[in-house]
Protein backbone atom coordinates (compact mmCIF):
# COMPACT_ATOMS: atom_id res chain seq x y z
CA UNK A 1 0.00 0.00 0.00
CA UNK A 2 0.83 3.60 -0.51
CA UNK A 3 3.07 4.80 2.19
CA UNK A 4 4.94 7.85 3.41
CA UNK A 5 9.01 8.06 3.68
CA UNK A 6 10.48 8.92 6.90
CA UNK A 7 13.85 9.66 7.86
CA UNK A 8 16.31 8.50 8.90
CA UNK A 9 15.15 4.67 9.29
CA UNK A 10 17.11 4.03 12.47
CA UNK A 11 18.90 6.30 14.94
CA UNK A 12 21.32 5.98 17.74
CA UNK A 13 22.17 8.79 20.15
CA UNK A 14 23.56 9.10 23.26
CA UNK A 15 21.45 10.14 25.94
CA UNK A 16 21.20 13.83 26.65
CA UNK A 17 21.56 14.39 22.72
CA UNK A 18 18.98 15.78 20.10
CA UNK A 19 16.87 13.79 17.50
CA UNK A 20 14.65 14.82 14.72
CA UNK A 21 12.58 12.84 12.44
CA UNK A 22 11.44 13.88 9.59
CA UNK A 23 8.48 12.70 6.90
CA UNK A 24 8.35 13.31 3.34
CA UNK A 25 5.18 13.23 1.09
CA UNK A 26 4.77 13.98 -2.79
CA UNK A 27 1.23 15.24 -2.40
CA UNK A 28 -0.03 18.54 0.06
CA UNK A 29 -1.81 16.95 3.21
CA UNK A 30 -4.73 17.77 4.94
CA UNK A 31 -3.39 17.41 8.61
CA UNK A 32 -0.79 14.94 9.64
CA UNK A 33 -0.70 12.98 13.20
CA UNK A 34 2.32 11.66 15.11
CA UNK A 35 2.21 8.25 16.88
CA UNK A 36 4.95 6.33 18.86
CA UNK A 37 5.34 2.91 18.94
CA UNK A 38 7.58 1.41 22.53
CA UNK A 39 8.88 -2.19 21.91
CA UNK A 40 6.93 -4.47 21.92
CA UNK A 41 3.66 -2.12 21.79
CA UNK A 42 1.45 -0.59 19.85
CA UNK A 43 1.03 3.11 18.72
CA UNK A 44 0.07 5.70 20.99
CA UNK A 45 -1.34 9.15 19.77
CA UNK A 46 1.14 12.28 20.27
CA UNK A 47 -0.39 14.94 18.21
CA UNK A 48 -1.58 16.12 15.39
CA UNK A 49 -1.11 19.09 12.73
CA UNK A 50 -3.57 20.92 10.64
CA UNK A 51 -2.45 24.28 9.75
CA UNK A 52 0.54 25.52 7.17
CA UNK A 53 3.55 26.12 9.08
CA UNK A 54 2.22 24.97 12.64
CA UNK A 55 4.45 24.24 15.45
CA UNK A 56 3.02 21.94 18.62
CA UNK A 57 5.54 21.62 21.49
CA UNK A 58 5.29 18.97 24.15
CA UNK A 59 7.94 18.97 26.98
CA UNK A 60 10.60 17.99 25.28
CA UNK A 61 9.11 17.28 21.82
CA UNK A 62 8.66 20.13 19.44
CA UNK A 63 6.28 19.09 16.04
CA UNK A 64 6.01 21.47 12.79
CA UNK A 65 4.22 21.24 9.66
CA UNK A 66 5.62 22.65 6.42
CA UNK A 67 4.57 25.81 4.81
CA UNK A 68 3.24 24.07 1.90
CA UNK A 69 1.86 21.09 4.05
CA UNK A 70 4.13 18.38 2.58
CA UNK A 71 6.12 17.53 5.38
CA UNK A 72 6.51 17.57 8.53
CA UNK A 73 9.00 17.29 11.50
CA UNK A 74 9.32 15.96 15.44
CA UNK A 75 12.23 17.52 17.27
CA UNK A 76 13.50 15.46 20.77
CA UNK A 77 15.81 17.96 22.95
CA UNK A 78 18.20 16.04 25.36
CA UNK A 79 16.83 12.52 24.71
CA UNK A 80 16.16 10.51 27.90
CA UNK A 81 15.67 7.15 27.88
CA UNK A 82 12.59 6.92 28.18
CA UNK A 83 12.52 8.13 24.65
CA UNK A 84 12.98 5.09 22.94
CA UNK A 85 11.08 3.58 20.72
CA UNK A 86 9.57 3.90 16.85
CA UNK A 87 7.33 6.92 15.43
CA UNK A 88 5.31 7.07 13.15
CA UNK A 89 3.96 10.06 10.86
CA UNK A 90 0.21 9.40 9.63
CA UNK A 91 -1.40 11.42 7.41
CA UNK A 92 -5.44 10.54 6.59
CA UNK A 93 -7.52 11.30 3.48
CA UNK A 94 -11.14 10.51 2.88
CA UNK A 95 -11.77 6.93 4.76
CA UNK A 96 -8.14 6.62 4.70
CA UNK A 97 -5.04 6.65 7.27
CA UNK A 98 -1.36 6.04 5.84
CA UNK A 99 1.35 5.48 8.02
CA UNK A 100 4.91 6.72 7.41
CA UNK A 101 7.73 4.33 7.40
CA UNK A 102 9.21 4.79 10.79
CA UNK A 103 12.24 5.89 12.07
CA UNK A 104 13.18 3.31 15.33
CA UNK A 105 15.24 5.45 18.16
CA UNK A 106 17.79 3.71 20.44
CA UNK A 107 19.10 6.22 23.02
CA UNK A 108 21.91 4.72 24.68
CA UNK A 109 22.93 5.86 28.45
CA UNK B 1 -8.78 8.21 27.81
CA UNK B 2 -10.29 6.05 25.23
CA UNK B 3 -9.28 2.28 26.04
CA UNK B 4 -9.59 -0.08 23.01
CA UNK B 5 -9.17 -3.67 23.43
CA UNK B 6 -7.87 -6.94 21.79
CA UNK B 7 -8.74 -10.58 22.07
CA UNK B 8 -6.20 -12.82 21.91
CA UNK B 9 -3.24 -11.00 22.81
CA UNK B 10 -1.03 -14.57 21.33
CA UNK B 11 -2.22 -16.92 19.33
CA UNK B 12 -0.39 -20.10 17.57
CA UNK B 13 -2.22 -22.28 15.25
CA UNK B 14 -1.95 -24.91 12.72
CA UNK B 15 -2.21 -24.12 9.30
CA UNK B 16 -5.89 -24.50 7.69
CA UNK B 17 -7.45 -23.35 10.77
CA UNK B 18 -9.19 -19.79 11.30
CA UNK B 19 -8.64 -17.71 13.36
CA UNK B 20 -10.96 -14.49 14.95
CA UNK B 21 -9.35 -11.73 17.04
CA UNK B 22 -11.80 -9.30 18.29
CA UNK B 23 -11.25 -5.56 18.92
CA UNK B 24 -13.65 -3.44 21.45
CA UNK B 25 -13.61 0.45 22.36
CA UNK B 26 -14.22 0.15 26.24
CA UNK B 27 -15.73 3.26 27.25
CA UNK B 28 -17.00 5.41 23.93
CA UNK B 29 -18.25 4.11 20.51
CA UNK B 30 -16.69 3.66 17.17
CA UNK B 31 -18.39 3.73 13.95
CA UNK B 32 -14.94 3.37 12.64
CA UNK B 33 -12.17 1.16 13.21
CA UNK B 34 -9.25 -0.08 11.19
CA UNK B 35 -7.35 -2.88 11.46
CA UNK B 36 -3.58 -3.49 10.66
CA UNK B 37 -1.01 -5.69 10.16
CA UNK B 38 2.27 -5.10 11.17
CA UNK B 39 5.75 -7.34 10.08
CA UNK B 40 8.67 -7.22 12.51
CA UNK B 41 10.58 -3.81 12.54
CA UNK B 42 8.15 -2.91 9.71
CA UNK B 43 5.66 -0.24 9.43
CA UNK B 44 1.67 -0.67 10.21
CA UNK B 45 0.32 -2.05 6.92
CA UNK B 46 -3.78 -0.42 6.78
CA UNK B 47 -5.60 -3.64 5.83
CA UNK B 48 -9.33 -2.84 5.80
CA UNK B 49 -11.50 0.11 7.38
CA UNK B 50 -14.49 -1.13 9.19
CA UNK B 51 -17.43 0.83 9.42
CA UNK B 52 -20.53 -0.08 11.88
CA UNK B 53 -23.14 -1.35 10.00
CA UNK B 54 -21.89 -2.20 6.63
CA UNK B 55 -19.55 -3.82 4.59
CA UNK B 56 -15.94 -3.20 5.48
CA UNK B 57 -13.64 -1.60 2.92
CA UNK B 58 -10.06 -3.01 2.53
CA UNK B 59 -6.75 -2.16 0.78
CA UNK B 60 -5.92 -2.88 -2.19
CA UNK B 61 -4.07 -6.40 -2.11
CA UNK B 62 -6.13 -7.76 0.63
CA UNK B 63 -8.53 -10.61 0.60
CA UNK B 64 -11.54 -10.07 1.70
CA UNK B 65 -12.03 -13.52 1.67
CA UNK B 66 -9.45 -14.70 3.95
CA UNK B 67 -9.90 -11.72 6.36
CA UNK B 68 -13.41 -11.67 7.05
CA UNK B 69 -14.36 -8.28 9.21
CA UNK B 70 -17.67 -7.42 11.07
CA UNK B 71 -18.06 -4.99 12.47
CA UNK B 72 -22.19 -5.80 14.39
CA UNK B 73 -21.73 -2.50 17.03
CA UNK B 74 -20.21 0.87 17.90
CA UNK B 75 -18.13 -1.10 20.35
CA UNK B 76 -16.97 -4.08 18.37
CA UNK B 77 -15.38 -5.19 15.40
CA UNK B 78 -14.02 -8.71 14.31
CA UNK B 79 -11.62 -9.65 12.09
CA UNK B 80 -11.13 -13.85 11.66
CA UNK B 81 -8.27 -15.37 9.44
CA UNK B 82 -9.48 -17.98 7.41
CA UNK B 83 -7.42 -21.08 6.51
CA UNK B 84 -4.60 -19.38 8.56
CA UNK B 85 -0.96 -20.08 6.47
CA UNK B 86 2.29 -19.24 7.66
CA UNK B 87 2.71 -16.40 5.87
CA UNK B 88 -0.06 -15.19 7.85
CA UNK B 89 1.95 -15.06 11.05
CA UNK B 90 2.16 -11.24 11.84
CA UNK B 91 1.28 -8.80 14.60
CA UNK B 92 -2.49 -7.38 13.83
CA UNK B 93 -3.38 -4.18 15.64
CA UNK B 94 -7.12 -3.00 15.06
CA UNK B 95 -7.74 0.79 16.19
CA UNK B 96 -10.55 2.95 16.60
CA UNK B 97 -11.81 6.60 15.58
CA UNK B 98 -12.43 8.91 18.17
CA UNK B 99 -15.94 10.60 17.58
CA UNK B 100 -14.71 13.87 20.14
CA UNK B 101 -14.78 17.00 18.26
CA UNK B 102 -11.53 18.45 17.32
CA UNK B 103 -9.82 14.85 17.80
CA UNK B 104 -11.41 13.22 15.10
CA UNK B 105 -8.56 11.63 13.06
CA UNK B 106 -6.74 10.33 16.83
CA UNK B 107 -7.20 6.96 16.87
CA UNK B 108 -6.95 4.79 20.02
CA UNK B 109 -5.16 1.39 19.44
CA UNK B 110 -5.61 -2.17 20.70
CA UNK B 111 -2.74 -3.79 22.46
CA UNK B 112 -2.68 -5.96 19.44
CA UNK B 113 -2.87 -9.57 18.85
CA UNK B 114 0.35 -11.45 17.70
CA UNK B 115 -0.32 -14.88 15.55
CA UNK B 116 2.24 -17.90 14.67
CA UNK B 117 0.68 -20.03 12.17
CA UNK B 118 2.54 -23.72 12.42
Known amino acids: GQQVMQIPQYQHVQEGEDFTTYCNSS?????IQWYKQRPGGHPVFLIQ?????EVKKQKRLTFQFGEAKKNSSLHITATQTTDVGTYFC?????????FGTGTRLKVLA | GAVVSQHPSRVICKSGTSVKIECRSL??????MFWYRQFPKQSLMLMATSNEGSKATYEQGVEKDKFLINHASLTLSTLTVTSAHPEDSSFYIC??????????????FGPGTRLTVL
Open chain 1, 49 to 53: LVKSG
Open chain 2, 27 to 32: DFQATT
Open chain 1, 90 to 98: QFSGTYKYI
Open chain 1, 27 to 31: TTLSN
Open chain 2, 95 to 108: SARSRRRGHYNEQF
